[in-house]
């Protein structure tokens, strides 16, 4: 019933948007769209990790990623057929997101019975697995850069911009279909290891990036596996907080989780960008290498101390 609500939250706040002309009334329903989205968004993954289990739960989050990163590429690319003009767009775009209301219709009886955290409970998720948190914090400001700072990167590194666009097309590309093999090693190897070893590829993509620009055949396929990388510590992590947390916890902790990605996905930009004006290009690996970097240093701390 909660991630009905946020459907319908969601399909009210985005109609009334070609109603008012008003950038100020734009900006309290897109941050009403936002909490409709936050309460689809948390309890959907609750619903995941508390229908799974420690051996099939990296197979369905892998899947469940695969599908939300499908939802973010085909939001623009349906627009570039539908347009921007009058009200056919915002139809057609509520129209697909009341779609996900059918198989919800047909679930209710099966949903989870979901528990309350204690209020002093909901913070100390951070402090019980703070690896998991920093990884989707990392792959949310990676994650971001790639899609909104790579090609203008890549036109400050001297690509025709045919070519600069396609960098962040590929490596979305890679977000998408690398989630299911990810997922799929999931449940076949140690989490903990796997997120290291995901947290390490994306620390050497964003170091030898300035490099593999030229030639074509390393660029292509280095951008698509460090694509799914950033998403795949999302995945592996969503994987670790179900195994970690249950009951009342969860639900807390998968709030928070989701939380900090978007507190990463709205910090890296604004860090890449500013650190891109002051020392050009460059700006745009340092950030990612910086924040891989700390991931790796905190995963390599708690290994050693056999904590997540």
Request: aromatic residues 12%.
């Amino acid at each position: 019933r909660s991630m009905m609500a946020g459907i319908a939250l969601i399909i009210v706040s985005f109609l009334l948007l070609p109603v008012f002309q008003s950038l100020e009334m734009w900006f309290v329903l897109r941050f009403l769209i936002g909490i409709g989205m936050s309460v689809h968004w948390i309890v959907s993954e609750t619903w995941l990790n508390s229908a799974t289990t420690s051996t099939n739960r990296g197979l369905y989050a892998g899947l469940y990623a695969t599908l939300m990163g499908a939802g973010f590429a085909a939001g623009p690319v349906l627009l570039t057929f539908i347009g921007i003009d009058g009200w056919t767009p915002f139809f057609i775009i509520t129209g697909a997101i009341a779609l996900a209301a059918i198989p919800l219709t047909l679930a209710i009886d099966c949903a989870p019975k979901l528990e309350m955290s204690a209020p002093s409970e909901r913070w100390s998720a951070i402090r019980k697995a703070p690896t998991i948190f920093i990884a989707v914090f990392v792959s949310g400001l990676a994650e971001t850069n790639l899609m909104s700072l790579m090609p203008i990167y890549g036109l400050q590194m001297g690509l025709p911009q045919t070519e600069a666009v396609l960098l962040a097309a590929v490596a979305i590309a890679g977000a998408v279909c690398l989630q299911l093999p990810i997922g799929w090693l999931n449940d076949r190897m140690n989490r903990r290891t796997l997120l290291s070893a995901s947290g390490l590829i994306g620390f050497a993509g964003a170091l030898a990036l300035p490099f593999i620009l030229e030639p074509e055949y390393l660029r292509w396929p280095v951008l698509f596996l460090w694509g799914g990388v950033a998403m795949g510590l999302y995945t592996i992590g969503l994987a670790e907080l179900g195994d970690r947390f249950t009951n009342s916890a969860l639900s807390g902790a998968n709030a928070l989780y989701v939380m900090t990605y978007c507190i990463g996905s709205m910090a890296g930009p604004p860090i890449a960008g500013a650190l891109m004006d002051g020392f050009g290009p460059n700006g745009f690996p340092i950030t990612l290498i910086a924040a891989f970097s700390v991931f790796l240093v905190m995963a390599t701390l708690r290994t050693f101390t056999k904590k997540v």
